[in-house]
């Protein structure tokens, strides 16, 4: 709960659903647990920007993409994106489908 507590959803509720999705698929016992939160929730937040956006989002979509295996809809649906988008960012940044 306090992992949830002190992020800042940007993303507002929309967001927060689809970490929650994450973490009950991700969840290896009945008890979701902060490691099976998305990667993002789990980050030290500051107020600086982080100085390597690019290497970030390659990052989510990659673990999205393992989470989901390799189902680019299921993916989509976990970083609370479009599939049009996850195909357009993931061109973008030369990534791979697994």
Partial sequence: MGVLLTYPWPGNVRELRNALEFAVICARGSIVQPED???ELLQVRSAAPSAEPERD????I????????GNRTRAAELLGISRATLYRRMRELGI???
């Fill in 62 to 69: 990659r673990t999205a993409l393992e989470r989901a295996t």
């Fill in 37 to 39: 939160l998305p990667p």
């Fill in 96 to 98: 791979e489908a697994p």
């Fill in 57 to 60: 989002e390659r990052e989510r």
